[in-house]
């Protein structure tokens, strides 16, 4: 009894493995609620190419951003003693955010910049521009005077592509450079899809202003720029980019400004108030041959009753005055302290004296028309 119960056991798994080899190896009909398996797909994902990136030409005027030292213990140093390949090298990583190229324009400190410069670099711009090769320029230029030039350009540039200023309050040679790291936000800035369109831009201190209301505020600390009645148009860091509200005043291809035939600007001269002013300097720059005089006034534009008689005397003989603000902020109004109307002046508004000059030497290009030219005054 004991070996008939073992044998059976024993037969049950081969009974149940035959049964299993006929069933595995008779072929199987699709059932009618089972679709058959897919078969895996041999194809692979497409990859997103990477966008392009924008091509930057970087044009150099010199400046302390190219300046060096004597010595990293001295504070003196030499504008413009590197040259643009010098300044593309020295910051590598540029390349990653754009496709550089660059020439040179001019190897100056900008405290000798002058109108020929001017003309010539805006002109280089517009054409630079015009090609389909170029997506924006960056300037690298000396701060002294970076304010003007850039405003001069804001309102001759005939492109809506980036342009944009840099410089730095330390030379190349200095012990911690303020230079590359600004150089490195103005491409990225310049390269960036939301500074096109609005105008003229300087970079510098990880801020972003626009050219109409930049200032230089410090002789020599790195945060010596700003745009005191509006503030920043965006900050950067490391190449990233916050963008405020854009500009609402005209600029490059909405102005109607253009240095395309001009060879050279009209003389329009800054004279500075003061308490117990003499009319002479104003009466020098008549007979100097000024076409237009900015008063940088005491308070709102005010200035000696002498100096007033004078400036009505030169305007009668035709030269533009405009009243600025020796002050660091504040609007010059009209008619507010001295009848504007009566003696055919022009209000600066929001311009300081070196702005209030530009677009007065721009504006004489077309008008000598106080009205005409308050009108310019009030749009750019």
């Given at each position: 009894?004991?070996?008939i119960h073992?044998?059976a056991?024993w037969?049950?798994p081969?009974?149940?493995c035959?049964?299993?080899s006929?069933?595995?190896a008779?072929?199987?009909?699709?059932?009618?609620?089972?679709a058959?398996?897919?078969k895996p797909?041999?194809?692979?994902?497409?990859?997103e190419?990477?966008?392009?990136?924008?091509?930057?030409?970087?044009l150099?005027?010199?400046?302390?951003?190219a300046?060096?030292?004597a010595?990293?213990?001295?504070?003196?140093?030499?504008s413009?003693?590197?040259?643009?390949?010098?300044?593309?090298s020295?910051?590598p990583?540029?390349?990653?955010?754009?496709?550089?190229s660059?020439?040179?324009?001019?190897?100056?400190g900008?405290?000798?910049?002058?109108?020929?410069?001017w003309?010539?670099?805006?002109?280089r711009?517009?054409e630079?521009?015009?090609?389909d090769?170029?997506?924006?320029?960056?300037i690298?230029?000396?701060t002294?005077?970076?304010?003007?030039?850039?405003?001069f350009?804001?309102l001759?540039?005939?492109s809506?592509?980036?342009?944009?200023?840099?410089?730095?309050?330390?030379?190349a040679?200095?012990?911690?450079?303020?230079?590359?790291?600004?150089?490195y936000n103005?491409?990225?800035?310049?390269a960036?899809?939301?500074?096109?369109?609005?105008?003229?831009?300087?970079?510098?201190?990880?801020?972003?202003?626009?050219a109409?209301?930049?200032?230089?505020?410090n002789?020599?600390?790195?945060e010596a720029f700003?745009?005191?009645?509006r503030?920043?148009?965006?900050?950067?860091?490391?190449g990233k980019?916050?963008?405020f509200?854009?500009?609402d005043?005209?600029?490059?291809v909405r102005?109607?400004?253009?240095?395309?035939?001009?060879?050279k600007?009209?003389r329009?001269?800054?004279?500075?108030?003061?308490?117990?002013?003499s009319?002479?300097?104003?009466?020098a720059?008549?007979?100097?041959?000024?076409?237009g005089?900015v008063m940088?006034?005491?308070?709102?534009?005010?200035?000696?009753?002498?100096a007033?008689?004078?400036l009505?005397?030169?305007r009668?003989k035709?030269?533009?005055?405009v009243?600025?603000t020796?002050?660091?902020?504040?609007?010059?109004?009209?008619?507010?302290?001295?009848?504007d109307?009566?003696s055919?002046?022009?209000?600066?508004?929001?311009?300081?004296p070196?702005?209030?000059r530009?677009?007065?030497q721009?504006?004489?290009?077309?008008?000598?028309?106080?009205?005409?030219?308050?009108?310019?005054?009030?749009?750019?």
């Amino acid at each position: 009894m004991r070996a008939i119960h073992f044998r059976a056991l024993w037969t049950v798994p081969v009974v149940l493995c035959a049964l299993a080899s006929v069933l595995y190896a008779a072929p199987q009909a699709p059932s009618a609620q089972t679709a058959p398996a897919a078969k895996p797909s041999q194809e692979k994902p497409a990859q997103e190419k990477p966008a392009p990136r924008a091509r930057v030409r970087i044009l150099a005027t010199g400046g302390t951003i190219a300046g060096a030292q004597a010595s990293q213990t001295e504070y003196g140093y030499k504008s413009g003693t590197f040259k643009v390949e010098d300044l593309i090298s020295a910051v590598p990583s540029m390349k990653e955010l754009a496709t550089l190229s660059g020439e040179q324009v001019a190897n100056i400190g900008s405290q000798d910049m002058n109108d020929q410069i001017w003309l010539r670099l805006a002109n280089r711009v517009n054409e630079v521009l015009k090609s389909d090769d170029v997506d924006a320029v960056v300037i690298t230029h000396g701060t002294d005077t970076m304010e003007e030039t850039a405003y001069f350009l804001n309102l001759v540039v005939k492109s809506a592509k980036p342009v944009v200023l840099v410089g730095s309050m330390r030379p190349a040679t200095a012990v911690s450079a303020d230079g590359p790291a600004n150089l490195y936000n103005a491409v990225a800035v310049a390269a960036d899809p939301g500074a096109r369109g609005r105008g003229v831009l300087v970079v510098i201190n990880d801020e972003v202003h626009a050219a109409r209301n930049v200032e230089k505020m410090n002789t020599t600390n790195v945060e010596a720029f700003s745009s005191p009645e509006r503030g920043p148009q965006a900050l950067v860091h490391t190449g990233k980019i916050s963008w405020f509200q854009p500009m609402d005043k005209r600029n490059t291809v909405r102005s109607e400004f253009s240095v395309e035939e001009l060879q050279k600007l009209p003389r329009v001269d800054i004279l500075y108030a003061h308490a117990n002013m003499s009319p002479d300097l104003i009466d020098a720059a008549v007979r100097g041959g000024a076409k237009g005089i900015v008063m940088a006034g005491v308070g709102d534009g005010n200035m000696t009753e002498g100096a007033l008689a004078a400036l009505e005397r030169a305007r009668q003989k035709g030269v533009l005055v405009v009243r600025s603000t020796r002050l660091p902020t504040g609007m010059v109004l009209r008619n507010n302290e001295v009848n504007d109307d009566k003696s055919g002046f022009v209000a600066s508004g929001e311009f300081n004296p070196p702005k209030s000059r530009v677009l007065a030497q721009l504006a004489l290009t077309e008008t000598n028309d106080p009205k005409r030219v308050q009108q310019m005054f009030d749009m750019y």
